[in-house]
């Protein structure tokens, strides 16, 4: 399919949403949109209006839920508006790009079964192992029926993390067309890292939760401290278990190590970015973290845990990788972190950036999502043109 493509993405947005899967959204369409293609979304935490990405104005849709009916009428009451909404406005576009295998990508291929919209389907998940995309699906009702609906009425299916293609597969999710595109970071000019602190300053960024593995690296911290190592370490973000690991960081003894900021505006935590000299990310399970590629962008060395994901594309050239969930392995990592000369951190820290500029620019990124896109709208109208002939 050749021109503007008209695409509907079924997701949340910043600044309604603050995730890393919304913020990759907000990338990904405000390139788009730069591109010239028409570019709406839908997602039931986002208003009916506009939004402003970047110099994009993109046009948004509510999905309405009732979160009152608990689990059951909350899924079915999402089900029932997207159907409204693309009874409405479904024949505006040629594609619609779910980011997740959750209620959006379930709800379009149920209707897409019932034969109440032919519009093609690219989903793209976003978390693997653990309690990602797979995990949900299984946690729904009848999951078996939900997952073989996805297998026929899903057209395409693109994998930011690789380990993802396994967890698919356990679902019985094997038809649907597989791409390998990368999450996506906007590239700023380079910063030129020259010195490493006397004290070593590690940052985190994200949601704290139970997800991103903080209370294991408390314990290892409380370990490197007991080495009679020094270090400082921030903490960037809020989340449902802030307060009890505000608590465990004192029981640990490290208030003098680790601070808690609380969230912080993008503008602030770039700078937190450049003031640091390493990245952590000790995550049970991910994706492919939007953090990481923040910090890789910032010219920041990482220590990450093997999720399946960024993991991927980080060798020890860039990093320390060490197994999830696993505190001794967590705990060597970091004090080889710490104990590596500072020229072989600083040169660490510039290869990250020379990968994230080689594979997860944003712009290249978009244009590989187009590509796929356009590929599937191509097909299906094809298919559509061979069915009426």
Same mark, same amino acid.
């Given at each position: 399919?050749?021109?503007?493509?008209?695409?509907? %993405?079924?997701?949340? #947005?910043?600044?309604?949403?603050?995730?890393?899967?919304?913020?990759?959204?907000?990338?990904?369409?405000?390139?788009?949109?730069?591109?010239?293609?028409?570019?709406?979304?839908?997602?039931? $935490? =986002?208003?009916?209006? &506009?939004? $402003?990405?970047?110099?994009?104005?993109?046009?948004?849709?509510?999905?309405? %839920?009732?979160?009152?009916?608990?689990?059951?009428?909350?899924?079915?009451?999402?089900?029932?508006?997207?159907?409204?909404?693309?009874?409405?406005?479904?024949? $505006?576009?040629?594609?619609?790009?779910?980011?997740?295998?959750?209620?959006?990508?379930?709800?379009?291929?149920?209707?897409?079964?019932?034969?109440?919209?032919?519009?093609?389907?690219?989903?793209?998940?976003i978390n693997a192992r653990g309690a990602g995309d797979a995990a949900f699906i299984r946690s729904v009702p009848g999951w078996r029926r939900i997952a073989a609906?996805?297998?026929?009425?899903?057209?395409?299916?693109?994998?930011?993390?690789? @380990?993802?293609?396994?967890?698919?597969?356990? =679902?019985?999710?094997?038809?649907?067309?597989?791409?390998? =595109?990368?999450?996506?970071? @906007?590239?700023?000019?380079?910063?030129?890292? /020259?010195?490493?602190?006397?004290?070593?300053?590690?940052?985190? /960024?994200?949601?704290?939760?139970?997800?991103?593995?903080?209370?294991?690296?408390?314990?290892?911290?409380? $370990?490197?401290?007991?080495?009679?190592?020094?270090?400082?370490?921030?903490? %960037?973000?809020?989340?449902?278990?802030?307060?009890? #690991? %505000?608590?465990?960081?004192? &029981?640990?003894? #490290?208030?003098?190590?680790?601070?808690?900021?609380?969230?912080?505006?993008?503008? &602030?935590?770039?700078?937190?970015?450049?003031?640091?000299?390493?990245?952590?990310?000790?995550?049970?399970?991910?994706?492919?973290?939007?953090?990481?590629?923040?910090?890789? &962008?910032?010219?920041?060395?990482?220590?990450?845990?093997?999720?399946?994901?960024?993991?991927?594309?980080? *060798?020890?050239?860039?990093?320390?990788?060490?197994?999830?969930?696993?505190?001794?392995?967590?705990?060597?990592?970091?004090?080889?972190?710490?104990?590596?000369? *500072?020229?072989?951190?600083?040169?660490?820290?510039?290869? @990250?950036?020379?990968?994230?500029?080689?594979?997860?620019?944003?712009?290249?990124?978009a244009r590989r999502n187009i590509e796929l896109l356009a590929a599937v709208a191509t097909a299906a109208s094809v298919a559509t043109c061979h069915e009426e002939?």
């Amino acid at each position: 399919m050749s021109g503007a493509l008209r695409i509907l %993405v079924v997701a949340n #947005l910043p600044p309604w949403v603050l995730g890393g899967a919304e913020n990759q959204v907000a990338r990904l369409v405000e390139a788009w949109a730069g591109f010239g293609h028409q570019v709406e979304v839908a997602g039931h $935490r =986002i208003p009916d209006g &506009e939004a $402003r990405l970047g110099v994009a104005a993109v046009r948004t849709h509510r999905i309405a %839920v009732i979160d009152r009916l608990g689990r059951a009428g909350r899924a079915a009451s999402y089900f029932v508006s997207l159907a409204r909404l693309l009874a409405r406005i479904g024949t $505006r576009f040629d594609v619609v790009y779910a980011r997740g295998l959750g209620d959006a990508a379930i709800s379009i291929c149920l209707l897409k079964a019932a034969g109440f919209t032919r519009l093609p389907l690219v989903a793209c998940p976003i978390n693997a192992r653990g309690a990602g995309d797979a995990a949900f699906i299984r946690s729904v009702p009848g999951w078996r029926r939900i997952a073989a609906v996805i297998d026929r009425h899903c057209d395409a299916i693109n994998l930011i993390a690789p @380990a993802i293609a396994d967890d698919l597969a356990e =679902i019985g999710v094997v038809t649907p067309s597989l791409s390998r =595109i990368p999450n996506g970071i @906007a590239l700023a000019p380079p910063l030129e890292r /020259t010195v490493v602190g006397p004290v070593r300053r590690l940052v985190w /960024t994200g949601r704290l939760c139970a997800q991103k593995g903080l209370d294991l690296l408390l314990v290892a911290l409380a $370990r490197v401290v007991a080495s009679g190592r020094d270090f400082r370490v921030e903490l %960037v973000g809020d989340g449902p278990d802030a307060a009890m #690991l %505000v608590g465990r960081c004192r &029981e640990l003894g #490290l208030a003098g190590h680790v601070v808690f900021t609380g969230p912080l505006h993008r503008d &602030e935590i770039r700078g937190r970015l450049e003031s640091a000299d390493a990245f952590v990310l000790p995550s049970r399970y991910e994706g492919m973290s939007n953090a990481a590629l923040e910090a890789m &962008e910032a010219g920041l060395p990482l220590l990450l845990t093997r999720c399946g994901g960024i993991d991927a594309w980080v *060798d020890d050239t860039v990093g320390w990788i060490c197994p999830p969930e696993d505190v001794e392995s967590l705990f060597d990592s970091l004090c080889r972190l710490l104990d590596v000369p *500072d020229a072989d951190l600083l040169a660490r820290g510039r290869r @990250a950036r020379v990968l994230a500029e080689h594979e997860f620019g944003i712009d290249a990124v978009a244009r590989r999502n187009i590509e796929l896109l356009a590929a599937v709208a191509t097909a299906a109208s094809v298919a559509t043109c061979h069915e009426e002939a």
